[in-house]
């Protein structure tokens, strides 16, 4: 499995920003894909998943009504939608899958994306 993240960068305060995330190789079952992220001295932390469908979402407090997560299945890629960004929003953006076969699930990771935010 190779999940490429794309679209980080430097921006201002207010600005937009629209994360990919394409992945390949996949061959099992896909339950959800999200976002996560992690700024210098924290832990990683969940931004936004979403089901294999695409019928449910689910959002970390701190960006929900500025951020949207959705996936085009046909092309194996999933987006993350941010607006009015904030300073505090800038992390290493990370993109996960997971998969699910048999029994068991298995995580996987993107290598990530830097997204800075000056006030």
């Known amino acids: 499995v190779r999940l490429v993240e794309s679209g980080g960068g430097l921006v201002q305060a207010g600005d937009s920003l629209r994360l990919s995330c394409a992945a390949s190789g996949i061959t099992f079952s896909i339950n959800a894909m999200g976002w996560y992220r992690q700024a210098p001295g924290n832990q990683r932390e969940l931004v936004a998943t979403?089901?294999?469908?695409?019928?449910?979402?689910n959002y970390a407090d701190s960006v929900k009504g500025r951020f949207t997560i959705s996936r085009d299945a046909a092309k194996n890629t999933m987006y993350l939608q941010m607006n009015s960004l904030k300073a505090e929003d800038t992390a290493v953006y990370y993109c996960n899958v997971r998969l699910r076969h048999l029994l068991w699930e298995y995580d996987y990771w993107g290598q990530g994306t830097q997204v800075t935010v000056s006030s």
């Open positions: 979403i089901t294999s469908g695409g019928s449910s979402t």
